[in-house]
């Protein structure tokens, strides 16, 4: 995954070489370099009706022909074939969190829109991926993966066991209350919810060690006080972090944790 917009976009100006199916431009048309690049989702157009999206949706394109996102709501995967300046993207997996209504529709729009064949029109910091009848179009902005240290990560997703976590959502309600930031005076600092917390923060390699943790002490009820409640038990012994792009995965050795977006 790249680092930055600039390499993101010297990618997408080259002559790329890749070996993907589906129909394209035309013999002799290099592919389009998406592969190992990550991009924002700026909008979806599904039917001619364009979506403006969300804070978090993004997708990124991966060097196995896959593409892994996040529509603002759930989690997508799919798979992706390059041939010239086209794409034929078959979606595979989408998770089931629940979201409001307006993120919904958005996702609803999105998984249709980035379907089937897509040709890519890049211009600037920006590409368009859109079916040849212009009514299915994808609108993607470059931007610099988010680093752990510095980052205010807004909670939207919690992982309850297995290897992987298996994501639900957040307390209906509670959505944007939680937000953490690793500071690089080695601090955890955020709200859990209710609560603002502070707490030492040991970063090695891709393991946090968390000291201990002091908070507020604000009487909170409701999904408010149900989402800290998750999220302090989450916070607990060393944790295992992932960086997406601008998404973070934080897990215990049982496969609970939580997921943020960059804000």
Same mark, same amino acid.
């Given at each position: ?16 070489? /890749? ?50 996102? $996040?529509? /603002?709501? $759930? ?119 209710? $609560? ?60 609970? /944790? ?6």
């Amino acid at each position: 995954m790249l680092a930055g917009t600039a390499l993101a976009l010297l990618l997408l100006s080259a002559c790329g070489t /890749g070996t993907g199916g589906g129909p394209g431009a035309g013999a002799g048309s290099p592919d389009l370099p998406v592969a190992g690049t990550s991009w924002t989702i700026a909008a979806a157009t599904a039917d001619g009706v364009r979506s403006v999206a969300p804070s978090g949706a993004e997708v990124a394109f991966e060097a196995d022909g896959r593409a892994r996102g $996040n529509s /603002g709501c $759930n989690h997508f995967g799919a798979s992706v074939a390059v041939r010239g300046d086209t794409l034929t993207v078959t979606q595979e997996e989408v998770t089931e969190m629940g979201c409001d209504a307006d993120r919904l529709r958005f996702e609803t729009a999105l998984l249709k829109a980035f379907s089937g064949e897509l040709r890519g029109r890049q211009s600037g910091t920006s590409l368009v991926l859109a079916s040849a009848d212009g009514r299915r179009a994808v609108e993607l902005t470059a931007e610099a993966d988010a680093p752990l240290v510095g980052t205010a990560w807004t909670v939207d997703g919690l992982l309850d066991g297995g290897a992987e976590g298996t994501a639900t959502s957040l307390p209906a309600g509670s959505e944007g209350r939680a937000k953490l930031t690793f500071g690089k005076d080695g601090r955890l600092a955020g709200s859990l919810g209710c $609560n603002r917390v502070t707490a030492p923060a040991r970063i090695s390699g891709r393991t946090i060690t968390l000291g201990a943790i002091a908070t507020t002490r604000m009487i909170c009820t409701g999904p408010q006080m149900d989402l800290e409640t998750a999220l302090y038990e989450r916070l607990d012994g060393p944790l295992t972090y992932r960086l997406d792009h601008r998404t973070l995965t934080v897990t215990d050795a049982d496969g609970q /944790g939580f997921t943020a977006r960059a804000s």
